[in-house]
Structure formats: structure tokens, C-alpha cells
């Protein structure tokens, strides 16, 4: 699950909804230019339930289905419920508990 990148940004754009442009944000995108690759997080200072989690994660997917790279998709939050059943689905997944090992 290693993480490179060669820039790191807030990720700000937009998308279509009912024939509305909207405005969205990700808290976290880490580009990796040389792989041709984007991770999105969002972060979250929470307990976070499983279902929440897959919400979160099904909202970045959809708002960036436009982005023409490799994408990964990831959730930082206080605690997150189940986060190895969603690591195992391919998801970034860390908590409070995961940086206090570092």
C-alpha cells in the first residue's frame, strides 16, 4: 500500500449534476506525474462506520470519473470501522492508530 507522489494539493473541481455545474473539493490528491497516477483522501476528524467510509469513497469516484489517470481512493479519519475489509477492496484506509505506529 506504499505512496508516492511528486506534488500534493487540496484537489478542487467541478462536475454535472442535473445540467448544473457544481463545485467539489478533496481534502488530499497526491500526484504522482511519472506513474500517471492521482490518490484522493478525504479526511475526516470522526469515528466513521463502514457504511459512511463506502459512501465517502463511491462520492470521489463518481466526482472524478472524468480524470484521465491510474486513481486510488482513500479515507484518514479519526477511527474507521472494518478498514481492513476495505484496504482489501483497494482502498487507502489509515486512522489515528495507524500514524501512532510510525
Do not use: H, P
Amino acid at each position: 500500500m506504499g505512496l508516492s507522489f511528486t506534488k500534493i494539493e487540496k484537489f478542487i473541481s467541478y462536475y454535472r449534476e442535473n445540467n448544473e455545474r457544481k463545485k467539489f473539493e478533496i481534502d488530499i490528491s497526491c500526484s504522482d506525474e511519472r506513474k500517471n497516477e492521482i490518490s484522493f483522501f478525504e479526511v475526516k476528524w470522526k469515528e466513521l462506520k463502514k457504511e459512511e467510509a463506502e459512501k465517502i469513497l463511491k462520492e470521489m469516484e463518481e466526482k472524478t470519473a472524468s480524470i484521465q489517470k491510474n486513481k486510488n481512493f482513500g479515507i484518514i479519519a479519526k477511527k474507521v470501522e472494518n478498514k481492513e475489509e476495505l484496504r482489501k477492496e483497494g482502498y487507502r484506509i489509515f486512522d489515528i492508530g495507524d500514524f501512532e505506529k510510525i
